[in-house]
């Protein structure tokens, strides 16, 4: 198999496009789903981790779902997550995952789908799954 060294200015400008700097500033909410074909939900633990580094971890709120797809998520959960944005915002209450599922309940009627989240679920560590980036 053919092996190719790495571009220093190549990997320099990926870091600087892509690495997450853990500046956040404002109130944010993800969702994941656990066993997200395309991407390992371990990444969560790698953003978790950066915003704590950078003292920002309060202005993050990380939900998972019990779905097996990537592009698109049960449609109550995304309207449960804008409406805790929205109060967050209002409000400065921090949500939970728990109360973000509870909400959660309401979308489902309305749009005739199921509410997947796993408030008590934790992404092991990135680096349990992923080998590490070296220059």
């Known amino acids: 198999m053919t092996r ?6 190549a990997v320099a400008e990926l870091a ?10 404002i ?3 993800t969702m994941h789903a656990i066993d997200d ?9 790698v953003y978790r981790e950066t915003l704590e580094k950078m003292g920002a971890a309060d202005h993050l ?14 449609t109550p959960q995304y309207a449960a997550l804008l409406a805790a944005l929205g109060e967050w915002i209002e409000t400065g209450r921090k949500p939970s995952p728990q109360g973000i599922n509870d909400t959660c309940s309401g979308f489902s009627a309305m749009y005739g789908e199921l509410c997947l989240f796993v408030p008590a679920y934790q992404p092991m560590s990135f680096w349990s799954r992923v080998y590490p980036r070296t220059p």
């Not at 600087?16 to 500033?25: A, E, I, K, M, Q």
């Not at 709120?61 to 049960?74: A, G, I, M, N, R």
């Open 27 to 29: 109130p944010v909410l």
């Open 61 to 74: 709120v990380q939900t998972f779902t019990d779905e097996h797809v990537h592009p698109k998520l049960s």
């Open 37 to 45: 074909p395309v991407i390992p939900v371990e990444v969560d633990f």
């Open 16 to 25: 600087f496009d892509s690495d997450p700097t853990g500046v956040v500033p």
């Open 4 to 9: 190719f060294e790495s571009d220093p200015q």
